[in-house]
């Protein structure tokens, strides 16, 4: 109280360093370093906010226990053990969970004016996009890896070279990636937390159930295999398996081709939703 | 002309949807000085100062802030200015440090002037104790005061306040004062908005009040208190006997117009001088031997303004716009 009246009594002195800003770079290394310092900025959150360890280690530990021991007694998988055909699904499916808090964190920063606040700023415009996915990306690898330990306790033994296992990580990655573009564009759009939460949450489940993540696709009806045999989820769980070799139903050209889709997937998301979000964020206000 | 530091604009529109938030806003504030841009909740303060920061774009109209156009130099209006909206926009995760020094990089300082700023505001505004805690355990008025020092990391020549008290208690209202006002007594040009007379009483060389989207009088606090009649000064008498040389009194010492209530035993005219004449009435009521059972100064408020300036309560109109949209809701 005495310190703070004192701040009033004594007058305010606002006279301070005007400092010069650095000229002269060219944009695009604007964007990155605008985007890094907005990444450390979304990294801390993740780090010092502790319902979001729970969200990024807890919870897909818990998803591979639970299918690992509840549903992998009754779920028959051609040729296999079933922990092997689970991991690289349960790897696709929480990176496309996790996802969604792009959206979520993006449409909390419009609720609380932050975005307003950097858009009156003279920084890069796609900073604080790139900023956060990247940051949710670093924040999606580390709950994989986290996944890969327990998996390997509890079985999981990928086959092949120490290549194709780091090329499959890679894609996974870069689904992480385009996942959380989608969800940007999401959050810009709905602009509250709750809206983001639903909407974030309702095209993936459908997207990660109605897929080869879990189940082998031969076993549903067959008007629902059509989706789920070209739906992207499918393909990238169908890539990893070749690539880690748990599936011996998969040929090597099967693998390839499953590969090449979900790639083109992969690019086929970022060429739109990037542009789409940035040009979105551009013109984006809080209520 | 780019050491212009006012903010002009002209005919300003901004429709959402079918709701028009701007019609045809004209404004313009001095370099040097603050404008407080006076109104209820959906006046368009807020959408205003979103096009003066090039967060939005005006659908007809011009603007220029510090010399720049706010259409054609977006990016060079954003490395003139401060903003502080009307919710605190800090991280809560960060600590006040970190809070400045990301918002000193965005603004393109060197990694190490944006940490030297952020300590010297941190001095400034008294946060240095919470330097290294992070923003979610601060007070409302740490915050306010946090947010209000991101907006000043380059010493921006025009500085926007959006309702810069909005749910502060007395004090901490009180202290943010203090700080705009040493901030126009230091030369920043400021365009502050408000709900509160009071507020832009205390601290604006001018006032424009809007309405619906547009200024419907501007002037400085004494001009728009004339307008809305300006101060008054009621007394309540005890006996009936009393009132005709109560009102005498009182004509004498505030002017001819006063208005009598028989009923309710009261009497009230307008006020120059404000408490002094408080004084001098209840020395003159004392000698002349009338007995008071009130005397009060009555200061308009925005209600006042509003109602004398727009025949409507500022509040009103809002709620049976809402009642309106409800209704439309549920049919």
Known sequence: MGQESQLVASGFAVAGTRYR??????????????????????????????ELIV???????????????????????????YVNFLMPGIFVQTVAFGGVTTGISLA???????????????????????????????????????????????????????????????????FSFAFSWISAFVGLVVRSVEAAQSFGFIWIFPLTFASSAFVPVATMPSWLQAFARHNPVSVLADALRGLFHVNPALTTADTRWALIQSVAWILGILLVFIPISVLRYRRTTAR | MATDRAVHAEGLVKNYGRVRALDGLNLHVDEGSLLALLGPNGAGKTTAVRIFTTLLKPDAG????????????????????????QTVAIDEFMTGQENLEMIGRLYHLSGKDAKRRSLELLVQFDLTDAAHRIAKTYSGGMRRRLDLAASLV????????????????PRSRRQMWGIISSLVSEGSTILLTTQYLEEADELANRIAVVDAGRVIAEGTSDELKLRVGGDRIEVAVARDGDLARAA????????????????????SGPSREGTRQLATLVREFDAAGIEITDLQLH?????????????????????????RRWARRAS
């Open chain 2, 154 to 169: 380059i010493l921006p020549p025009v500085l926007f306040l959006d309702e810069p008290t909005t749910g502060l208690d």
């Open chain 2, 248 to 267: 005498e009194v009182a004509r004498r010492h505030l002017s001819s117009d006063v208005t009598i209530d028989p009923h309710q035993r009261r009497l």
């Open chain 1, 55 to 81: 969200f990024v280690a807890i919870q897909p530990i818990m998803f591979v226990l639970l299918f690992r021991y509840v549903f992998g007694g009754a779920i028959q998988v051609p040729g296999g053990q």
């Open chain 1, 108 to 174: 909390q920063d419009m609720q609380r004016g932050l975005i307003d606040r950097f858009r009156s700023l003279p920084m890069s415009s796609s900073a604080v996009l790139t900023g956060r996915t990247v940051a949710d990306l670093a924040r999606n690898l580390f709950t994989v890896i986290i996944m890969l330990i327990v998996g390997f306790i509890v079985g999981f033994r990928p086959g092949g070279t120490v290549f194709e296992f780091l090329l499959g990580i890679l894609v996974l990655m870069g």
């Open chain 2, 62 to 85: 011009s603007a220029q802030v510090a010399g720049f156009d706010v259409l054609k130099e977006p990016d060079r209006i954003k490395a003139h200015i401060g903003l502080a909206g």
């Open chain 1, 21 to 50: 800003p650095i000229m002269g770079r060219p944009a695009i290394v604007w964007a990155f370093l605008d985007a890094m310092v907005l990444a450390r900025r979304s990294i801390l959150e993740t780090i010092r906010l502790p």
């Open chain 2, 299 to 323: 200061r308009p408020s925005l209600d006042d303004v509003f109602l004398t300036l727009t025949g409507h309560q500022a509040e009103e109109e809002k709620t049976t716009e809402l009642n």
